[in-house]
């Protein structure tokens, strides 16, 4: 199962759909603190976290996986609008598997990118 969390619903439900279109099960959520909650009670495959969510960002959310035991080793892809060098090289450093920014790739391109980080 692969978790999109991302607090614009108008992002979050299409990549689900594209997700689910490849065969993967995709659940959306909306905020950081919701995803930690869901994630203790049904571990995902994959997450593909935004940065830029009001109460808790997609940096604080990872960062507290890499310091959960049962959650330290999930793998993460950031998908962002964020083109911060400085948020990029933090997600790196904290253990995101990918940086992809939002409207910079083709629909094809994330695809293989996704699929790249967990295969089917």
């Not at 490849?22 to 995902?44: F, N, Q, T, W």
């Not at 999930?74 to 995101?96: C, F, H, N, W």
């Amino acid at each position: 199962m692969i978790l999109v969390v991302d607090d614009n619903l108008d992002a979050c439900k299409p990549l689900c759909r594209l997700l689910e279109m490849d065969g993967y099960e995709a659940e959306c959520i909306l905020s950081g603190r919701e995803a930690l909650h869901s994630m203790h009670a049904r571990k995902p495959d994959l997450l593909i976290l935004d940065i830029m969510m009001p109460g808790m960002s997609g940096l604080e959310v990872l960062e507290t996986l890499r310091h959960d035991p049962d959650l330290k080793d999930l793998p993460v892809v950031m998908y962002t609008a964020d083109v911060s060098e400085r948020d990029r090289e933090q997600a790196i450093q904290l253990g995101a598997r990918d940086y992809l920014i939002k409207g910079q790739l083709s629909w094809q391109e994330l695809r293989e990118r996704i699929h790249y980080n967990y295969p089917a």
